[in-house]
């Protein structure tokens, strides 16, 4: 009974390229989110998806960020042309049921570092 | 404008000593706080969670304790275990339809020496 796998675990990149940071739920949950845990700080919300729905996207920056949960596959964080301040850790999280769920069952991460 | 204030980033206890790790919030809009505890290289992985209607919820040797007037809450772990040695979140949602969107303090690592 996998959790919430995430990968790569690690993913390094230079200014100005491109980062893919994949997320497969736990077992039976249709309901994926992404948060973001910079250096120091606690983690914050970016986005709440559902098979092909963004249900909630109001933690996300505004440029650069996007995330999908295509039908088919694993949740996608994109961040296009990476600058220094976006080094962190992004945690997926799943849920089976949506609002209402209040426990999320947390991946173990994917750590940014942009040189 | 941090919202969840976990003000020890560190602390270390004896084994079969008590824990206690405290959290205060500022949003009265705050309905529901959890515990998550995080071991290096891992997720965050759930504990013990209160709704704001209660004082107290116990979970074998995890409690956690609100204050709602203080907006005040904290986890007491007892005795303490070395295996307990992680960093603690404290994370609040509000009620309704977004509680899915959870603020998290920065945590506290918790050391208990054998």
């Known amino acids: 009974n996998a959790g919430v796998m995430q990968n790569p675990r690690h993913l390094v990149r230079r200014r100005g390229q491109e980062a893919r940071l994949r997320c497969s739920p736990m077992?039976?949950?249709?309901?994926v989110y992404w948060y973001r845990q910079l250096p120091e700080e606690g983690l914050k919300f970016m986005v709440y998806l559902q098979k092909e729905n963004i249900i909630d996207e109001s933690g996300m920056p505004k440029e650069r960020f996007s995330a999908e949960f295509p039908k088919e596959g694993p949740s996608i964080l994109r961040i296009q042309q990476v600058v220094r301040g976006d080094s962190a850790a992004y945690f997926c999280a799943s849920s089976q049921k949506g609002p209402g769920a209040n426990v999320l069952t947390f991946g173990a991460g994917s750590r940014l570092t942009v040189l | 404008d941090q919202q969840v204030k976990q003000n020890s980033p560190s602390l270390s206890v004896q084994e079969g000593r008590i824990s206690i790790l405290n959290c205060d919030y500022t949003?009265?809009?705050?309905?529901?706080f959890l515990w998550y505890k995080k071991y290096p290289a891992e997720g965050p992985t759930f504990l013990i969670s209160?709704?704001?209607?209660?004082d107290k919820n116990e979970d074998g040797r995890f409690t956690v304790f609100l204050n709602k007037s203080a907006k005040h809450l904290s986890l007491h772990i007892v005795p303490s275990q070395p295996g307990d040695s992680a960093v603690y979140f404290c994370a609040a949602s509000p009620s309704g339809g977004s509680n899915y969107k959870l603020t998290f303090g920065k945590g506290t690592l918790l050391t208990v020496n054998p």
């Open positions: 077992k039976g949950h249709s309901h």
């Open positions: 949003n009265s809009m705050f309905d529901y």
């Open positions: 209160i709704s704001s209607i209660k």
